[in-house]
């Protein structure tokens, strides 16, 4: 019986934080003492402690496909009592700019058109948490997509077509599987791209993890010069979105009772 229970205590975890991407977490990461780490190709997860408190890391690669195979591996080896899944995201509305926090009230999946609500007591407590440290954020829904959506045109139309602030390429998956599994989880996106930023499409440049492929730019590049300009302002919108990101989790893992 004693071997039962620390074998079930070994497999909780009070919060579970999710991502695609390594840069969207790098800063919390680094901050973990991380007690153990569990490869799941191309997914990762890590279980540790920050400010002293408990918590899981995953971190999948892009996609549905990717982000739903690392989440369901993972949940039927842990039982979280709540998912946290963040990241980057481009806005579909001109009041969602640069770094703001976007906390998902729904998010629906566009070409299924399933709707998924956040559950009630986390979004609220998001919100108060943003209010108390005077964060940038917006409250809406977002459109999970299967592609970069790089013009402002096509932003701005699935922004209005689904009724929704910002675009991403993982929640609804996120959304599906916990609801499924009746976790309680909430959605906080950054904005990386404003609605009127129009993005060079570099999808075969990086790796499912974002990583960059050093032959893939420098070919992309020598084919597309213009979007070498382009480059620096990426690399600003993202320091600015994480650290958005970053300032949000710190809080929300310092607020865990």
Same mark, same amino acid.
């Given at each position: 019986?004693?071997?039962?229970?620390?074998? $079930?205590?070994?497999?909780?975890? =009070?919060?579970?934080?999710?991502?695609?991407? $390594?840069d969207?977490?790098?800063?919390? $990461?680094?901050?973990? #003492? *991380?007690?153990?780490?569990?490869?799941?190709?191309?997914? #990762?997860?890590y279980?540790?402690?920050?400010? =002293?408190?408990?918590?899981?890391?995953?971190?999948?690669?892009?996609?549905?496909?990717?982000m739903k195979?690392?989440?369901?591996?993972?949940?039927?080896?842990?039982?979280? #009592?709540?998912?946290?899944? *963040?990241? &980057?995201?481009?806005?579909?509305?001109?009041?969602?700019?640069?770094?703001?926090?976007?906390l998902?009230?729904?998010?629906?999946?566009?070409?299924?058109?399933?709707? &998924?609500?956040?559950?009630?007591?986390?979004? @609220?407590?998001?919100?108060?948490?943003?209010?108390?440290?005077?964060?940038?954020?917006q409250?809406?829904?977002?459109?999970t *997509?299967?592609r970069?959506?790089s013009?402002?045109?096509?932003?701005?139309?699935?922004?209005?077509?689904?009724?929704?602030?910002?675009?991403?390429?993982?929640?609804?998956v996120?959304a @599906?599987?916990? /609801?499924?599994? $009746?976790?309680?989880? +909430? *959605? +906080?996106? /950054?904005?990386?791209?404003? +609605?009127?930023?129009?993005?060079p499409n570099?999808?075969?440049? +990086?790796?499912?993890?974002?990583?960059?492929?050093?032959?893939?730019?420098?070919?992309?590049l &020598?084919?597309?010069?213009?979007?070498?300009?382009k480059?620096? =302002?990426?690399?600003?919108?993202?320091s600015?979105?994480?650290?958005?990101l #970053?300032e &949000?989790?710190?809080a929300?893992?310092?607020?865990?009772?």
């Amino acid at each position: 019986m004693l071997g039962a229970m620390k074998h $079930k205590a070994k497999n909780m975890s =009070n919060l579970l934080i999710v991502a695609a991407l $390594k840069d969207e977490v790098r800063p919390i $990461k680094a901050e973990m #003492t *991380v007690d153990c780490t569990i490869h799941f190709k191309p997914a #990762t997860f890590y279980q540790g402690k920050i400010f =002293n408190k408990e918590i899981g890391l995953l971190i999948t690669g892009v996609g549905v496909a990717r982000m739903k195979k690392g989440l369901i591996q993972v949940l039927e080896q842990k039982k979280p #009592t709540s998912i946290l899944h *963040v990241g &980057f995201c481009g806005s579909c509305s001109p009041v969602a700019g640069l770094g703001a926090l976007i906390l998902g009230q729904g998010v629906v999946e566009e070409k299924s058109r399933c709707h &998924f609500v956040s559950e009630t007591g986390l979004l @609220e407590q998001a919100k108060k948490l943003c209010e108390e440290k005077q964060f940038s954020f917006q409250v809406g829904s977002i459109v999970t *997509v299967d592609r970069i959506v790089s013009s402002p045109h096509e932003k701005a139309d699935l922004g209005a077509v689904h009724k929704t602030m910002a675009l991403d390429m993982e929640a609804a998956v996120v959304a @599906e599987v916990a /609801s499924q599994r $009746k976790i309680p989880w +909430v *959605v +906080v996106k /950054s904005i990386l791209d404003p +609605v009127d930023m129009e993005l060079p499409n570099l999808e075969d440049c +990086v790796e499912p993890t974002g990583e960059a492929r050093p032959l893939m730019v420098v070919e992309h590049l &020598f084919r597309k010069p213009q979007d070498l300009m382009k480059l620096p =302002n990426i690399q600003y919108c993202a320091s600015q979105a994480r650290r958005s990101l #970053t300032e &949000f989790m710190e809080a929300w893992v310092q607020n865990i009772s």
